[in-house]
């Protein structure tokens, strides 16, 4: 009954973790440039179960399980719809490939193209990092700025730089920071990326709501039926502990 009682509970806090990525998900379905993430569990290992009371070489009956956990939190880097905006500030990338940023935290990377014109006249994303270059930040010392598929930056008719887009071979080695940034891993520096530039746009999400929402009460209900075995394990040590002692 034990055993059982700490499997029940194993697969609460998995299908926990699981409605809080679920729940993520959903409230990011319109945030632009946003990743959806996965969560992906494993079971404990098995073990065997032998008949009792057959001596030494009692037979093997076959394995059984302990319990479940969360192996790991998997983002899903599939591209979301591209929509216009009309805002000529506003860049989306149709294919492969990352806006380079620079953080306080330092390099960092972005799908989300929501930019705006700082008042230092540099082209920043909505939380005010600088959108980078190939030759460092962009600047838009002028009035009208148009951006080409090949990510080349033209303001008031002159070339001002050329947006540093850049791609990973391994998009699994990207970390999730929040507000749509990833960060590479140590000393991957990328390639020049293969995907081109649309403007006046933006990528949204790749979440579809109506999916996450079965995920959701899925996996609320699962929750449930190893709730309700928690409480069953609960109810029969109580009366192991309460009626038997009576006999």
């Known amino acids: ?20 990525v679920t729940s993520n998900n959903l409230a990011n379905a319109n945030t632009a ?5 996965v969560a992906v569990t494993k079971d404990f290992a098995n073990i065997l ?12 009956i076959g394995g059984m399980g302990t319990g479940v956990m969360v192996d790991e939190v998997v983002t899903t880097h599939t591209g979301g719809s591209i929509r216009t905006t009309g ?25 989300n193209g929501t930019f705006a014109k700082s008042i230092r006249n ?14 460092g930040p962009i600047m838009i010392n002028g009035n009208k700025m148009s951006v080409d598929a090949n990510g080349r930056v033209v303001v008031d008719n002159e070339v001002v730089g050329q947006l540093r ?3 990973f071979a391994d998009e699994k080695q990207l970390s999730k920071e929040g507000a749509s940034l ?13 995907g081109s530039v649309v403007q006046g ?42 009626d038997i002692a009576k006999i």
């Open 201 to 242: 746009a933006l990528e949204m999400s790749n979440v579809n709501v109506v999916g996450e929402m079965v995920n959701l009460i899925t996996n609320y209900r699962s929750y449930e039926i190893n709730a309700k075995v928690v409480r069953s394990h609960d109810d029969l040590l109580g009366k192991a502990a309460n």
């Open 122 to 135: 540099q082209l920043v994303t909505s939380d005010g990092y600088q959108v980078l270059g190939d030759n």
């Open 49 to 60: 179960i032998s008949r009792v009371n057959d001596g030494e070489e009692a037979p093997v």
């Open 87 to 111: 805002n000529a500030f506003d860049l989306a990338i149709e294919g492969k490939g990352y806006f380079a940023v620079q953080t306080p935290q330092g390099l960092r990377y972005t799908r």
């Open 1 to 20: 009954m034990i055993r059982g009682l700490y499997t029940a509970a194993s697969g609460m806090l998995a299908e926990a973790e699981r409605i809080d």
């Open 182 to 194: 990833f960060a590479a891993a140590q000393g991957d520096q990328g390639q020049p990326a293969t």
């Open 33 to 37: 440039g946003f990743k959806k993430d």
């Open 165 to 167: 887009l850049t791609e």
